[in-house]
Structures are given as structure tokens and as C-alpha cells.
């Protein structure tokens, strides 16, 4: 991450910029004024109180919308939609109607992540459809076989797509939030270059949000391409993201994710896995204008090592993704050391340094979840 002074510099809020608060005041007459008189020793949180304040935060941005093209088919009734479907997905790796996330924690005073327990029901939801566009947009690809179509590899992206767009716009909520709750946070570097950077990133994707309407609209699914794999057993995992992606398999640059020159537009690669009664399906799709992704859809489709395919997924997914589930049998059946592989996997997203980003890459390359395999008993 760049969290040097000299770099973050250019990110720092403008004195005569909007408030990144949303108070409608400038920078300078208010969360900069607020912010001065700020006593470290005063507010004295614990890593602890900090993640539960964030937590408690970003639980109240949650807000109903229907990303839906085509608006005036739209019914009032905005629904908690599931990126991954509910009764079809999630219950091929819950018990007892349950599945494991993974969760922010405080471990030996440094962030980290933990296992924890979730009803399906409300797992991977999010209020971004209303019942008429979630049934009609979707039905392709919950209610008939997978037969590897363009449309249904479009549907499947485009809804991992939505999870993340309104969570991208939750995100800058929270940061709005926190600002106003918190206002010394303005001058964190940090938090200031996470803010510009998830600016960016809405910006971005209404770009794609765009594109994706292009092809319904003109029903030209072509226009995307898709890796597709089969494999012959369940997995005991699943998750669906939409997320940029740096390096291909072979670990060649693909875009720059970490340059935030404004001009530049950086898209996302889409990825699902999706575990069925006895197989799961992996698809990795992108649109054929980004050809920054095109030699790694091309490199996952001329690759016979199926063992490095499946590391590099897992990487995609530990690396980038917050959307994953895992069946509750399987972890606990892991050693500690096993479940901590998982964890410093997925860790990255909490590392804010190099150092600890590089050694999470590290141990994502080497970690394969389609280890995890369901008893088919």
C-alpha cells in the first residue's frame, strides 16, 4: 500500500473540497477545524472498541436500491437478495442451516481474522434487487442446469458485480460516518488514501454497471468471455466477486491496482464457485474490452495443471474477496494450524504494509480450498 508521506501527499483532503463527512461545509471549516483539537489520551480505544465502532458503523449504511436496467419494471418491494443463491448454493455446504465466514478480530494486539458462525438466510445478502428483478434476472442460473452459456456466465457475473457495487457504496458511507463521528480520522493517511482509493472504485464501476446494461440491452453476452471448470465432486466452499485482479497465473502484471491516477480505469474480473449436488463449477469471466485480463482468461484456459489452476482461484478469492463461505463440518475437522493457513491467506486485506501484504501473497499462492471436499456420503 502506499502510506508514505511523499505518496499519500496528493491524497490529502483540499482544504476548499467538499467534507468527506457529506456535512455539505468545506474540508477546512469542518472536520479539519474539528479534528485540531483532537487528545489521543482522551479517546484511548483499544484495537478492540476500534473494530466494533467500524463494525457498528458500516452496519448502518445498509440501503435498499434495485440495480436493475430496465427501473419502471421495478416493485416496491426491495428484497434481501443473495449473491450466492440461499437454497441452492448455501445449502449445498451448511449444517444445521449454517456456514462459516471469516471476521475481523484483535489477535495478539494486530488485526486478524476469525471463523464465525452465520444462518444461511442471511449470509452473502444484500438489498440491491426487488423481488420482480430478482427473480426474473436470475432464473436462468437458479432455476435450470448450467449448460455454459454466455447469458448465464453474464448473469453470474453481473449479480457478483451488484454485491460488490453496493458495497462499495456502503463502504464510502461508512467512511462519511466515521469522518463525522470521528473527525481527526480526515488526517490519517491512511484512511485518507482508503477513502480516495474507494472513490475510485465507485467510479469504476459505474463504468461497468454501464457496460453490463450495453449487453442486456443489445443482448450481446458475447461481449463477455468466460474460464469455465467443471470439477467432478462438491467443494465445501463457495464464494462469487467481483474484484480487479493484478497478476495472471504465471504471476505476469495484468493491471495496476495500486495506481490511483484518476484517468485511469481499472476493471474487474469476475469469479464464481459454485458447488452443486455432486460437482462444482468454477467460472472466471471479464469483458472482451478489457484486454488487460485477456491473456489470463487465455492462460487459464491453455493450462493442464489442474493443481495450479486451483491454487490460483484460491488465490483470486483469499487475496481479493471478502463474499466467501465455507461449510462449518469441514473447518472444524481442520487442525489450528490448518485453519490458520486459511486465515494468513485471507489476511492481505488487512495488511497495510508491504511486508505483511507480500507474506500474505505468499501463503495465498500456496493454500488450494478445493481441498475442501464435501463427503459425498
Given amino acids: ?14 482544504p476548499y473540497e467538499d467534507c468527506p463527512c457529506e456535512s455539505g461545509q468545506k474540508y477546512k471549516f469542518c472536520c479539519y477545524e474539528k479534528g485540531k483539537s483532537y487528545n489521543k489520551k482522551e479517546l484511548n480505544y483499544t484495537p478492540g472498541r476500534i473494530i466494533f465502532e467500524s463494525q457498528k458503523i458500516f452496519r448502518e449504511t445498509d440501503f435498499e436500491t434495485c440495480f436493475a436496467f430496465n427501473k419502471d419494471e421495478c416493485t416496491k418491494d426491495i428484497i434481501g437478495a443473495h449473491s450466492l443463491q440461499n437454497n441452492g448454493v448455501l445449502d449445498k455446504i451448511s449444517i444445521d442451516n449454517h456456514i462459516y465466514y471469516l471476521t475481523p478480530v484483535i489477535k495478539n494486539n494486530v488485526p486478524s481474522l476469525k471463523f464465525e458462525k452465520v444462518g444461511k438466510n442471511q449470509a452473502s445478502k444484500f438489498t440491491g434487487f426487488c423481488k420482480n428483478h430478482d427473480k426474473s434476472y436470475f432464473s436462468c442460473i437458479e432455476d435450470a442446469d448450467y449448460v455454459k452459456s454466455d447469458e448465464q456466465n ?11 457495487f453496493h458495497r462499495k457504496k456502503r463502504l464510502k458511507k461508512h467512511y462519511s460516518k466515521l469522518f463525522k463521528k470521528f473527525p481527526h480520522a480526515t488526517r490519517d493517511l491512511q484512511i485518507q488514501l482508503n477513502y480516495r482509493a474507494c472513490e475510485l472504485d465507485l467510479k469504476d464501476k459505474e463504468l461497468e454497471y454501464r457496460r453490463f446494461q450495453k449487453i442486456y440491452e443489445d443482448r450481446s453476452y458475447n461481449k463477455m468471455e468466460s474460464f469455465i471448470k467443471v470439477l467432478p465432486y462438491r467443494v465445501g466452499f463457495t464464494g462469487t466477486t467481483a474484484v480487479a485482479v493484478n497478476v495472471d497465473i504465471e504471476g505476469e502484471k495484468t493491471v495496476d491496482i495500486y495506481d490511483y491516477d484518476e484517468k485511469l480505469f481499472v476493471p474487474s474480473l469476475y469469479i464464481s ?18 484486454t488487460c485480463y485477456e491473456a489470463l482468461i487465455d492462460k487459464l484456459k491453455r493450462n493442464t495443471n489442474l493443481d495450479v489452476i486451483l491454487k490460483y482461484i484460491t488465490f483470486c478469492l483469499a487475496e481479493f474477496s471478502e463474499n466467501v463461505y465455507f461449510c462449518p463440518a469441514l473447518i ?24 505483511l501484504r507480500f507474506r500474505s501473497l505468499i501463503k495465498g499462492f500456496r493454500l488450494n480450498l478445493f481441498d475442501l471436499k464435501m463427503d459425498e456420503n
Fill in 154 to 164: 453474464f448473469w453470474f457475473a453481473f449479480r457478483a458485480f451488484c454485491f460488490e
Fill in 273 to 290: 464457485v459454485i458447488p452443486k449436488e455432486t460437482s462444482s463449477i468454477i467460472i472466471v469471466s471479464r469483458h472482451i474490452d478489457d
Fill in 1 to 14: 500500500m502506499f502510506t508514505t508521506k511523499k505518496v499519500a501527499k496528493k491524497f490529502k483532503f483540499e
Fill in 332 to 355: 472444524d475437522k481442520l487442525s489450528n494450524s490448518e485453519k490458520d493457513n486459511i486465515v494468513s491467506a485471507f489476511i492481505s486485506s488487512l495488511s497495510v504494509t508491504p511486508e
